[in-house]
């Protein structure tokens, strides 16, 4: 393994293959950074270059780009407060509360480490234990996808900000929008209102931006804003941004959540996007003071960021070994692979050895020119946080609209972008947590359709949905988690009172 290792890198030091790697970093970085270019739109476009290529170089250029994709997001997410790609959704959660409290220096610092270990991690993971994670993956059937899902959604308590009524309302709202659209399986019109473009349903990328940034927009602009303003965002930075007591304090969140990402990215399907709120809110309901969360703590961002990165890792893991595609972007690089003859399998570690450890050695050094590239460019980064917001505020808004409209090439989706913005502009006016929204979006879709096969093979019967083994831990857990937060609800409510 450490020779085929060797020879790999060995490959991916060629001077071409190294440049390959440091334009992908760096395109995937700019893609990712722009709210709606995601990775998946990096890789998809570049696809076509690689035909000309040889297999090893055409994949350095790929796994650059999505190494830099995944991680370009974290740039908006805590500027903005714009989610750069679905898997930084909970960076801004913390991220930009930092960025506001004249922290941005420390919030990259920590986004940019903990992305770097998780996915180095994740590469661990992927080069030692692919095969037997990918086969007992093999395992997961409906009835186990159903589990997870619900599992997932009663995190929609711990995303909660306040009521926790309001948050499950969300999640129901989030549920509700997932339905628009030709149901699964047998693809019968729901919600359409007799408009043909509605049959698609509503996609991910406007409702994630119109939510999380148009809505956060349409807020900032009640306020009166002075174009002659001179007032500027302080901003530290010193060194990597944080201090080494922060990289040792954070190690169990760190590992914790950098499992979940491996773990998460491994189940086809899920995703990066998942993978952060997941980790995001089991770090928030593990943490001693989760009244910190959402105010800029530290532990919000290690969640995040290693977790997102990690599933890079775990995605690739099914891909490799089993030939399936874990998320939208291993579904590009699937069709990469075949392009060049390859048939990704049981038998690809073995019949392609040079091209797989070519693989694994471009992954650690396109993490490495990640870093590379986001340290040298922190400074000017936050030097958005002075561009008057009068300027500011429309460019983002062309970009969003941009954005939307580049993943279909449909005016309709920027007129779902639209309607999404005046909804999260609703929902933070009346004081509804957004997160949930986007959880019961995401979620809703797999658990439905999962729902469906698993009644289709077990003859309409539910049952098999609660005794399965797998499903039957995912459950247990599920309801341990609710208990476990109603009765920590009623532990702080009963404190309170005795003030």
């Not at 994949?59 to 830099?68: C, D, K, R, S, V």
């Not at 801004?92 to 610092?109: H, L, W």
């Not at 990597?240 to 998460?264: E, M």
């Not at 959880?439 to 999962?450: R, S, V």
């Amino acid at each position: 393994m450490i020779a085929d290792l060797l020879t790999g890198f060995s490959t991916m030091f060629a001077p071409y293959n190294m440049m390959l790697i440091i334009i992908g970093v760096a395109m995937g970085l700019i893609f990712g950074s722009i709210p709606g270019l995601t990775a998946t739109m990096a890789v998809a476009i570049c696809l076509p270059i690689t035909f000309t290529m040889d297999p090893g170089s055409g994949m350095a250029l790929l796994m650059g780009l999505y190494i830099g994709g995944v991680s370009g997001g974290m740039i908006p997410a805590i500027l903005l407060k714009l989610p750069g790609t679905p898997s930084s959704i909970s960076t801004t959660f913390d991220g930009y509360p930092m960025a506001q409290n004249g922290e941005a220096g420390k919030a990259f610092g920590l986004s940019i480490v903990f992305s770097f270990m998780g996915g180095i991690l994740s590469i661990a993971a992927l080069i030692l234990i692919s095969p037997p994670l990918a086969d007992f993956a093999l395992r997961f059937g409906p009835i186990e996808y159903f589990a997870i899902t619900m599992f997932a959604l009663t995190l929609i308590s711990s995303l909660s900000e306040g009521s926790v009524v309001k948050g499950m309302l969300s999640g129901l709202l989030g549920l509700s929008l997932a339905m628009v659209g030709s149901a699964p399986i047998d693809a019968f019109p729901r919600f359409t209102f007799g408009m043909d473009q509605m049959d698609a349903g509503f996609n991910l990328l406007p409702a994630l931006i119109g939510l999380f940034a148009i809505g956060e927009i349409l807020k900032i602009s009640e306020k009166k804003i002075n174009p002659l303003s001179t007032q500027k965002l302080t901003y530290k930075i010193k060194g990597i941004g944080f201090s080494l007591s922060v990289l040792f304090k954070q190690g169990w969140n760190f590992l914790r959540s950098s499992v979940i990402g491996v773990a998460v990215g491994i189940l086809p399907g899920i995703g990066g996007g998942t993978a952060n709120i997941i980790a995001y809110a089991t770090a928030k309901n593990q943490s001693k003071h989760p009244e910190q969360f959402g105010k800029g703590t530290t532990d919000g961002v290690v969640a995040s960021e290693s977790s997102n990165n990690a599933a890079v890792g775990g995605a690739l893991v099914p891909l490799m070994a089993l030939g399936i595609p874990g998320d939208t972007v291993t579904a590009m690089l699937l069709g990469g692979l075949i392009i060049h003859g390859l048939q990704p399998g049981p038998l690809f570690f073995t019949q392609n050895t040079d091209i797989v450890y070519g693989i694994f050695a471009a992954l650690i050094i396109a993490n490495i020119a990640m870093v590379i590239f986001l340290f040298l460019g922190m400074k000017y980064f936050v030097k958005i946080l002075s561009v008057p917001k009068h300027m500011l505020l429309p460019i983002i808004v062309v970009l969003c609209a941009v954005g939307a409209f580049a993943e279909n090439n449909r005016l309709f989706d920027i007129s779902a972008l639209l309607f999404f913005g005046i909804m999260g502009y609703l929902l933070i006016k009346f004081k509804f947590p957004i997160a949930p929204v986007i959880l019961g979006f995401i979620l809703g879709p797999i658990a439905e359709t999962n729902l469906r096969r698993g009644l289709q093979l077990t003859g309409e019967n539910f049952l098999p949905f609660l005794t399965e083994p797998i499903a039957m831990i995912f459950w247990v857990i599920a309801i341990t988690s609710v208990g476990f937060k109603v009765w920590k609800n009623f532990k702080t409510k009963r404190a309170l009172g005795g003030v």
